[in-house]
């Protein structure tokens, strides 16, 4: 009879093989690693194997005489049933909140010890974005963009820090390319009204102009797809191998940056549009989940991917400013 039971992450109910008692058991939909609870019948035999020592023969149990090996060893009271929920070797500890010993899902509150525990929880194995692994159409970048903007934490604890820098690259262009043909829609209507209702002649300076723009678009889309992603990435890479904080290469912290930034890069541009508030939106929206893809990727302190993140920031908006002042002495 199979084993019925709730995911304690996200509440999905899963259905296992009754042999599956007391072993660790993955959720399909969120990846969370839990433990598979107990049958009465693995219960009532090690409880009964447990009272009889050193008394009387045991008495044969009417379920089970003989419990299974790993049930008898989660049961002990020598075995927490529950080791193996987090990795032995965690990273260094963060935030005050319930030590890892007592993460049972099934014990009381009151049981529950408090303690300095890890900033860094294991997700399970890196299965991957799906950018890395369908075919890339334009509803697998919708589907990779809906994961990291929906939920963070989880999509770049799934993402892949290796498989080399194409994929990525290919992710910015689609971003980018949908950026340039949304704006391609409001001025393709525009131009072509100016040439229905202009009487002149115009048709050398119209072709001047789409010409121009067509040269402006291409160097736009290597700068944005390919330049801005490296620079930045360069520059967090830096500031967390100065910090002790790059615990994976350079190509884990590019990956942070594509799927980080140009996931939320068309739905930025149009947060802009909104008075006052929407630019300063955005960019804390952006930090937010550079900051994640850090994290998470690196396998390190909030803090930590917070200064790589911020840090190049403040020197980059440091920079324009100085080079305005320098301007407008110079101009004086």
Known sequence: ???EFHCNRCGQLLRVPETAAGKQARCPKCQALMAVPLTVADILAVTEETTNVGGSPPTPSPVASTPPAHVAAQLSSSA???????????????AFSE???????YASPASAGQGYAAD????GPRTGLPW???????GCFFRTMSAVLGSPTRAFSIMRRDGGLGIPLLYNLYAVGMLMAIGMLFLLPILALVMVFNDQDNGPEIAGFVGGMAIFGAIYLLVLVVIVPLVSAAAMHVILLMMNGAKQGFETTFRVMCYGYYSALVPATFLNLVPYLGGLASI???IVLLVHGLARGHEISGGKATVAVVLPLFACCGLFIGLAIGVAVWSD
């Open 1 to 3: 009879m199979p084993i």
């Open 99 to 105: 030590v890892p010993g007592s993460l049972n899902p």
């Open 120 to 123: 860094y929880y294991y997700f």
């Open 80 to 94: 927490n049933p529950f080791a193996g929920e987090l990795p032995t070797t965690m990273p260094q500890a963060g």
């Open 284 to 286: 804390i929206w952006i």
């Open 132 to 138: 890395e692994n369908e075919p890339r159409t334009l």
